[in-house]
Structure formats: structure tokens, C-alpha cells
């Protein structure tokens, strides 16, 4: 399954993935900007890093004085946020049910790997709280977007590439109402989502 060829390919990496590293790091660098402006971490706040990899954001949004919860398909991931004292647990996004909502979801360069995103939006959204945020960090479609899915291909690893539109409609008539969208830079938009009931 294509999110079995994305958990084969990350956990090659194992320790190793470094999302700050080389050229990696400039484009990191951009999204993580567009990723707090959007996510706006308060201190108390219960938030939910789904598809979280080795926890990069669910550390800044711990510094920030909210309350993380990781999720990821891959045990080496999670046992990385472990190690460093951070909550979460091993699921599948396409099969989330954790019986709570959190004040605000972020879904950051994990969709692109799932067979079903509009499953994984509608389970991100039920885990939103009435009046919360859904923020999600997905690759687009454009030329950047494009030599994206290649390097994806040339190890083995399919990626959905989306429009604005695109996800709008996979949220329609589920009491969801787009915001902000940024393009961070040639591969990528992050877009809000508000939860209204």
C-alpha cells in the first residue's frame, strides 16, 4: 500500500532524517513560518501533530507551551518523541479514532502519502474541536510540486500532489470553513480549516 512504501522508506532513514539538514533545511526553514503563522500555538492549548515523523513540530509546539500529541504510522518515530518525554502514540491516520478532540489538528507532509486524503481530512477534523483549527501542510500542484513527486518516485514512493480546491471540496459539507492558504515556496501550501460545530 502506498503509506507502507512511505513507513519502508522513512524508517530507512531511522535516525538519520534530519528535515533541518542541506537544501532540505531552506524549504524547512520557509514552511515552518507558514506553519506557526497558521497554527499559532497559545500556551494550554491541546494539539494534535497527526502524521507527526520524528517530531518536528510537535517539539516547537511544546516550546510554545501547548500541549502536543504525536501520532505517526512509523514505531521509530514515535519512540523518537518518547525518548524525549513528548505524548503520542502509533496509528494510522487513515484509521485515527482517539476518542477525543484537540483544539487545534496539524497535518504536516503526510498526506501526500496516504491512499484516501479525503478519509484522513474527514478523521482530522472529528478529532477538531467545535471553533478549532485544522492546519494542513500538503505538496500542490506546480512545477516544484512536480519534481517533488519525482524524487518520491526515484525511491519507490508515490505522492498525491493537491490544488486549494482540491481539499476545500474533499471538506465540503462537513461544517468546515476554509481560511488562509500560504505557498511557502515552489513545492507546497499550507491552508486553514476552521471547524464550526
Known sequence: MKE??????????GNDY???????????????????????????????????????????IARAGARPYGVDISPAMIMTLKREG????VADIMMLNLRRTFDKVLCSGALEFVADPG?????????????GKLILLAPR???GGIAYR???????????LFTRRELEKMLQGTGSEPGRCIHPH??????????RF
Open 18 to 60: 534530519d528535515p533541518e539538514g542541506g537544501l532540505r533545511g531552506l524549504f524547512i526553514a520557509k514552511e515552518r513560518e507558514a506553519v506557526i503563522s497558521l497554527l499559532d500555538p497559545q500556551p494550554g492549548e491541546k494539539i494534535l501533530d497527526a502524521g507527526c515523523g520524528n517530531g518536528y513540530y510537535t517539539r516547537l
Open 4 to 13: 507502507h512504501d512511505a513507513l519502508r522508506h522513512f524508517e530507512a532513514m
Open 186 to 195: 515552489a513545492i507546497a501550501m499550507v491552508i486553514e480549516f476552521t471547524r
Open 86 to 89: 513528548l505524548p503520542g502514540h
Open 150 to 160: 519525482v524524487y518520491h518516485w526515484a525511491h519507490g514512493v508515490h505522492v498525491t
Open 141 to 143: 500542484c506546480s512545477l
Open 119 to 131: 478519509m484522513v481530512l474527514h478523521n482530522l477534523l472529528a478529532h477538531t474541536s467545535p471553533g
